[in-house]
């Protein structure tokens, strides 16, 4: 079974949720999907053991063979590449913009010259290791590149289905939350009783059932706001999958790296009994589809 756990916004405590579930369950694949900014190994603490590089195909121009047909820069869904013709006071350029390209590869397919070919250009690396009975994989994208969601798709093709997987999400709504949600089985929304909680907290609704994954909500620091989300939420017939409170023990222990419930494991058994009823949530999903 593979859990994603998302927010619309930054800072709604989505790690912290994804981290005390893995280490109340053990025996999971842990994958941090926030590429830009991966912390989930500051507080799970694995020995990494590993690393790969992730590449994405940029087109590569054979001058000999270029015709400057143009073909190129019309088939560029992004822009990527501008042709430039010769002229009788210039010779001709192929301009490409890698910071543009998304390695569709479809220039490389459609020229008729044959005249571009595909080299790898490193964008990012996945790194893995263990801590105890969890397997940890997280991604990070190299300072100044974009393609985000080509590094969470190549990170989440270590997922072993035979096991259970968390996957920690990028906050936001956008390209990469997408590409970390897709093949999941349930997702838990994270979010917090603010007006812009609030706000993104729908939204990121709307992507997921537009993705038609099961999912719930679990609202972060539940005291410190007001009732709409839960009001939201029951007409909706969302479920609230679990309500923490603010708590400085819990803050206190987040500032120095350590999941709460190691100084509490007493409240392993939340976790657990919301393991429980997100499965049979997903299971009931998965008849009625």
Same mark, same amino acid.
């Given at each position: 079974?593979?859990?994603s756990? !998302?927010?619309?916004?930054?800072?709604?405590?989505k790690?912290?949720?994804?981290?005390n579930?893995?280490?109340?369950?053990?025996?999971?694949? =842990? *994958?941090?999907?926030?590429?830009e900014e991966?912390n989930?190994?500051? =507080?799970?603490k694995p020995?990494?053991?590993g690393k790969?590089?992730?590449?994405?195909?940029?087109?590569?121009?054979?001058f000999?063979?270029c015709?400057?047909?143009?073909?190129?820069?019309?088939?560029?869904e992004f822009?990527?590449? #501008?042709v $430039?013709p010769?002229?009788?006071?210039s010779?001709?350029q192929?301009?490409v *913009?890698?910071h543009?390209c998304?390695?569709c590869? #479809?220039?490389?397919? $459609?020229c008729p010259?044959k005249a571009? #070919?595909e080299?790898?250009?490193?964008?990012?690396?996945?790194?893995?290791?263990?801590?105890?009975?969890?397997? +940890?994989?997280?991604?990070?994208?190299?300072?100044g590149?974009?393609?985000t969601?080509a590094?969470i798709?190549?990170?989440?093709k +270590?997922?072993?289905?035979?096991?259970?997987v968390i996957i920690?999400s990028?906050?936001?709504s956008?390209c990469?939350?997408?590409a970390?949600l897709?093949?999941?089985?349930?997702?838990?929304?994270?979010t917090?009783?603010?007006?812009?909680?609030f706000?993104?907290?729908?939204i990121?609704i709307?992507?997921?059932e537009?993705?038609?994954?099961?999912?719930g909500?679990i609202? @972060?620091?539940?005291?410190i706001?007001?009732?709409?989300?839960e009001? =939201?939420?029951?007409?909706?017939?969302?479920p609230?999958?679990?309500k923490?409170?603010?708590n400085k023990?819990?803050?206190?222990?987040?500032?120095?790296?350590?999941p709460?419930?190691?100084?509490?494991?007493?409240l392993?058994?939340?976790?657990? @009994?919301l *393991? !429980?009823?997100?499965?049979?949530?997903a299971?009931?999903h998965k008849t009625?589809?």
């Amino acid at each position: 079974m593979t859990i994603s756990v !998302a927010s619309g916004k930054g800072g709604t405590g989505k790690t912290t949720i994804a981290v005390n579930l893995a280490l109340s369950l053990g025996e999971v694949q =842990f *994958f941090d999907c926030d590429v830009e900014e991966p912390n989930a190994h500051i =507080f799970i603490k694995p020995a990494l053991k590993g690393k790969v590089p992730v590449t994405v195909p940029m087109p590569e121009i054979d001058f000999s063979k270029c015709t400057y047909c143009g073909i190129c820069q019309k088939v560029c869904e992004f822009n990527a590449i #501008a042709v $430039l013709p010769p002229t009788s006071k210039s010779h001709g350029q192929v301009l490409v *913009f890698e910071h543009l390209c998304h390695g569709c590869g #479809a220039c490389y397919t $459609l020229c008729p010259e044959k005249a571009i #070919a595909e080299k790898d250009k490193e964008i990012g690396l996945i790194e893995w290791g263990e801590k105890d009975s969890i397997t +940890f994989y997280h991604g990070k994208l190299n300072t100044g590149e974009i393609l985000t969601p080509a590094v969470i798709t190549a990170l989440k093709k +270590f997922i072993k289905n035979t096991s259970t997987v968390i996957i920690d999400s990028p906050p936001g709504s956008s390209c990469p939350l997408i590409a970390s949600l897709k093949g999941s089985d349930f997702c838990i929304i994270v979010t917090e009783p603010t007006p812009l909680g609030f706000h993104d907290m729908k939204i990121a609704i709307e992507v997921v059932e537009e993705l038609k994954i099961p999912y719930g909500v679990i609202i @972060n620091r539940a005291d410190i706001g007001n009732s709409d989300i839960e009001n =939201f939420c029951k007409k909706r017939n969302i479920p609230v999958l679990m309500k923490i409170p603010y708590n400085k023990d819990i803050a206190r222990l987040y500032s120095k790296g350590i999941p709460y419930v190691i100084e509490f494991p007493e409240l392993k058994e939340q976790y657990l @009994n919301l *393991f !429980a009823t997100l499965t049979e949530i997903a299971k009931k999903h998965k008849t009625s589809g």
